[in-house]
């Protein structure tokens, strides 16, 4: 078997680019490959720039020494059964992406000495947490309708995102009178309102790595979407992460469109408040009828947008009322043996010291020896099922904790493999802690470790143009949700952004937020965008009815 190369996109050249585009996307993580896909779709010819040396943004994979890691793509729920987000995805990709189930078992939550196994399912859930907790039956119940209500209402939440501007404003001042009130609350204040077991709230709780944020501060409406989002089992794309993007570019290119890696995008040109081009780093410019921003808030404002368009749109202000996420650090450890042979699988682990998450996750920000708040460790190779076609007789393990740019501050300015000593001795500080959970929960794996090597907030800066080593690009505080900046349509003429910062984080957040987009460039054409969806989903009808035509009876 040819051996699929992770790398995906092409090195952008002047000559190989076109001067002109209907649209330019900046950035070409799953949201601006999802907006460019649709426009494409709809005809567009549309250029991807992107600044690293591959496409997918978080959901890009890569290799060294022979192994291969997903950065962003750990598990996604909701895509191994027909749902929206498996619609968008098989849309864009025009079905070229496949999806692989994992383990009945898909996160394992372990607090202290306890052990709670999320198996997929909503009556799995309630089992597990009814058996740990006989007396919070009701509450339990209560809980899993709650999350539901939130999905329910979803839609109708984030209606404004998909409309003209004024007209959003208008919708999400009546939106408090269509939405229950628990959009507009923390993780923490509903779920005290339904229980005061405080062991429940943090089992309930066991996943908040998926949102960056302990439950005192996460809006409840992001928890929600999380729990509900994994409620029915977690899934992983076959081939790896950089599927993703290798399955979405054929889209972009059949309308004459481009997805362009080391194209670092230096302005956005502006002139009349109207978005005509970019102006990239190597001085070469590029025009479009509409300039589309994937490259996150913070980037998009602080450093895209010309100064003189900066101080009139007053972004410093903007930027005092919204935060950036926290920073990680990830082990990406490659393991000689097949996971079987290793005795792995695809669950992933979560790992607490206590159930106090706020409590954890303070002390440890004070203090980077403190105990780790959370360690997530997942096993990559276990869950493709391609896998063992593409590096036989090995495994990989990724593990993950919070971070805090400060803690590498001094090493900004210097180049990878030359920050010195103290930093190398802080790394592997970090490494032998990580791993040592690692070994705890499978001592199997000792003396057995291959390669392994640490990413720091810097190196999130590096592959993703970030300023702080965020990972959630902005955080999901219950106020980001009523800020007007965060809309798809910017304030000036043909410019819009794009992502997980007008949607949430996640992929399927960020993939969504793809969608809002092209509904916003549309306007009054939205419906067009709408329609690829309905056709599809007529299409795989068809298809499913003619299938069972051909099945004979017996
Ligand atoms: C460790 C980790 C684990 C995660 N695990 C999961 C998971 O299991 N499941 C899940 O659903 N989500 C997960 N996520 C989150 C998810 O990957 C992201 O929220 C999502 O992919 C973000 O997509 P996006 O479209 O907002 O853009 P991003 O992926 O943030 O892409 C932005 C792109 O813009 C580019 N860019 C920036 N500036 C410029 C410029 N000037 N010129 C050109 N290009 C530029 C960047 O290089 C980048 O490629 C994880 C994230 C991390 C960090």
Known sequence: MAKVKVRTGKRFRAKRAENHYDT?????GIGGLANAAFLSLLGKKVCVLEQHYTAGGYTHAYEREGYEWDVGVHYIGEVHKPSTLRRVFDVISEGRLDWAAMDDEYDRVVIGDHQYSFVAGRDNFAKMLIENFPA???????????????SRYTPKFFAGQGMHPWLASAYNKVRPFIVPKVFFQTTREVLENLTQNQQLISVLTGQWGNYGQAPADASFLMHALIAKHYLAGGAYPVGGASAIARSIIPTIQKSGGEVFTYADVDEILIKNNRAYGVRMADGHELTADNIVSNAGFYNTVKKLLPQDVQNRLGVDDWCQQVQRSSAHLCVYAGFK?????LGLTSTNLWLYPSGDHEGNLAAYKADPKAEFPLVYISF????????????PGKSTVEIVTPAKMDWFKEWEDSQWQ???ESYEALKADFTERLLEKLYERHPQLRGKLDFCELSTPLSTNW??????????ALDHFVDRFKKPFLHPAMPVKGLYMTGSD??????GGALMGGLMTTCTM???KAGAVMKLLKNYQEEVSRDIEAEQHTIPQT
């Open 380 to 391: 990559p190779s276990s869950k493709d099922p391609d896998w063992d076609k593409r590096f």
């Open 337 to 341: 043996g097949t996971a079987e042979e």
């Open 463 to 472: 592959y993703q143009k970030n300023s702080a080593g965020e990972m959630l």
């Open 24 to 28: 330019i996307v900046i950035g070409s």
């Open 522 to 524: 549309q306007g009054r």
């Open 502 to 507: 007008v949607m949430t984080a996640g992929v």
């Open 136 to 150: 919070e039956e009701k509450v339990i119940y209560k809980y899993i309708e709650l999350i539901r209500e939130v």
């Open 418 to 420: 030359k920050r010195g």
